[in-house]
T-cell receptor, first 110, second 117 residues
Framework: DAKTTQPPSMDCAEGRAANLPCNHS???????VYWYRQIHSQGPQYIIH???NNETNEMASLIITEDRKSSTLILPHATLRDTAVYYC???????????FGTGTSLTVIP | GAVVSQHPSWVICKSGTSVKIECRSL??????MFWYRQFPKQSLMLMAT?????????EQGVEKDKFLINHASLTLSTLTVTSAHPEDSSFYIC?????????????FGEGSWLTVV
């Protein structure tokens, strides 16, 4: 599976949009981009995933560049409860293992 | 999303004893389950992948005789830490693969805190 690079930490003001970047320059054509987050002392929570097109759900939006070498997770109106470590993972749809990188620690500031 | 449940949420055991952690997929069948370990302020480390009815596949550096994994049914996998030592104290997390729209999403349990004293 392709490796990902994320900034180690970010801050965001409450109520503003949080934009979390992820680089995956070695991604192959069949690999999906997944985003998870982990709030302290809990299991990771699924947020969103996509292949080529931008995706949106009730939690977030996922913007994937046309060359698919990077993506951005957008939390449109960050709240204090969005403070967590966010992980970007790329893997094949039929792939088995699911490896985590170091993620981005997002702190939402009141 | 799909629900994965772990039990117990936390456990304290004496050094040298064994402890079992259960992972259940509550509303779907999981042919594949994964076990992770996470130390404080670190990322999740994949320990092993288990497929229902077959032996688990362990990641490099993970002792298969120490971390026994059983995936006897489509909804249950267990991790047994044998002869536990204080260095085995960690946050253990399981996950299961569920087929859904256009993808192959993994859902995680709430995690189990193991403290070996």
């Amino acid at each position: 599976d392709a490796k990902t690079t994320q900034p180690p930490s970010m801050d965001c003001a409450e109520g503003r949009a949080a934009n979390l970047p992820c680089n995956h320059s070695t991604i192959s054509g069949n690999e999906y981009v997944y985003w998870y987050r982990q709030i302290h002392s809990q299991g990771p929570q699924y947020i969103i995933h996509g292949l080529k097109n931008n995706e949106t759900n009730e939690m977030a939006s996922l913007i994937i560049t046309e060359d698919r070498k990077s993506s951005t997770l957008i939390l449109p109106h960050a709240t204090l409860r969005d403070t967590a470590v966010y992980y970007c993972i790329v893997r094949y749809d039929t792939g088995n293992q699911f490896y985590f990188g170091t993620g981005t620690s997002l702190t939402v500031i009141p | 999303g799909a629900v994965v449940s772990q039990h117990p949420s936390w456990v304290i055991c004496k050094s040298g004893t064994s402890v079992k952690i259960e992972c259940r997929s509550l509303d779907f069948q999981a042919t594949t389950m994964f076990w992770y370990r996470q130390f404080p302020k670190q990322s999740l480390m994949l320990m092993a992948t288990s497929n229902e009815g077959s032996k688990a596949t362990y990641e490099q550096g993970v002792e298969k005789d120490k971390f026994l994994i059983n995936h006897a049914s489509l909804t249950l996998s267990t991790l047994t830490v044998t002869s536990a030592h204080p260095e085995d104290s960690s946050f253990y997390i399981c996950s299961a693969r569920a087929r859904d729209r256009g993808g192959n999403t993994i859902y995680f349990g709430e995690g189990s805190w193991l403290t070996v004293v």
